[in-house]
């Protein structure tokens, strides 16, 4: 992959119809009023692996706007990333296919959104020139830098795994009152991030009238190294929904088991932005980390992390692969948007 930013010192050069004729086929043409948009959930869908800097990330565009994907090397983590039209100013999908499928290196990505500050405004176009690049120019206080971005076109989109949160399956939901009460808890785990170290986190239905005890531990998360421990109790009193399975509530709780480094890779620096959280556990223990991400430009942004639970644990052992479908359409119930 291979980034050429250029200072410049005149306007972006003209876009339209004129850049794109009718017959060129399908391309991509957008304008965010920020590009801290772009670079926040790029940001937040960058797993901290050893090969980070080579990482990639799946991009689908359709008329319906942008999706990323990445997956870590394990296949226990997936991470999602949307960006519905209604993100930019200006977005503009012709052509007679359904979507266009690349994937794009993050780390020089990144850097180049970086360039300007957050005010900077980006357009931005796929493919673009003979080598079919990913053009984008950024903007602000007259000066402007123009990038080209090589990535990989795949003719057809990979195997999309059913997701594990089908419509209608039982699943525990959780959404805490302040959003910040999740990456707080997350947090406290951070100095024992390592392998080898698993996350229990344990769910625990709330017996008698709601509300009656605000203190009571309903969720608490543990960690435990030869050396040192962490655990932190959340109570009933700091979630807004709380809402367990019927085979949770009968059983009183349930345990599931993560590797640490997969759930703070995947969902730390979300959590830490994000403006409302909500999280899901299935009937096998696959987590969902849902984010809204307050946008700078048109729209709020939409990310979801899924962690698999470790297969040494009986409450936690996926049956299948990990994949999602865009959250579902919830303002006033928490986190989601368009459907996909």
């Not at 009460?181 to 239905?205: C, G, I, K, N, Q």
Request: charged share 20%.
């Amino acid at each position: 992959a291979v980034a050429r930013p250029t200072p410049m010192a005149a306007s972006p050069p003209a876009t339209g119809s004129g850049a794109a004729a009718a017959g060129e086929g399908n391309y991509v043409e957008c304008r965010l009023d920020s590009a801290h948009d772009l670079a926040a959930l790029l940001a937040a869908l960058q797993l901290k692996e050893k090969d980070q800097k080579d990482q990639r990330v799946q991009c689908e565009s359709s008329a319906r706007g942008l999706k990323f994907v990445a997956q870590s090397g394990a296949k226990d983590v997936v991470v999602l990333g949307w960006m519905l039209r209604s993100c930019f100013r200006e977005y503009n999908y012709p052509g007679p296919l359904e979507e266009l499928q690349l994937k794009i290196p993050v780390a020089p990505f990144l850097s180049c959104l970086q360039i300007f500050t957050e005010r900077a405004v980006l357009f931005m176009r796929y493919p673009s020139g003979p080598s079919g690049e990913l053009f984008f120019t950024l903007e602000e206080d007259g000066a402007v830098t123009e990038c080209r971005l090589r990535t990989f076109m795949l003719d057809e989109a990979p195997i999309v795994l059913g997701s594990f949160f089908a419509l209608g399956e039982p699943a525990s939901v959780l959404r805490p009152s302040h959003p910040e009460v999740w990456y707080h808890a997350l947090l406290e785990f951070v100095e024992l991030d390592s392998p080898e170290v698993a996350l229990h986190v344990t769910l625990r239905a709330m017996m008698g009238a709601p509300g009656s005890d605000s203190t009571a531990a309903a969720v608490v998360l543990r960690a435990q190294t030869i050396s040192s421990d962490a655990e932190v109790e959340l109570p009933i009193g700091a979630f807004a929904e709380f809402d367990l399975a019927s085979e949770v509530a009968c059983a009183g709780e349930v345990t599931h088991s993560y590797p640490l480094t997969s759930v703070l890779a995947s969902c730390l620096r979300a959590a830490k932005d994000a403006k409302g959280v909500k999280i899901r556990f299935n009937r096998d223990g696959v987590m969902s980390n849902q984010f809204i991400l307050r946008g700078r430009g048109q729209a709020d942004l939409f990310c979801e992390a899924l962690v698999s639970p470790l297969a040494d644990f009986p409450a936690a052992a996926p049956t299948g692969g990990i994949g999602a479908k865009p959250p579902a359409a919830a303002a006033a119930a928490g986190v989601g948007g368009a459907a996909w």
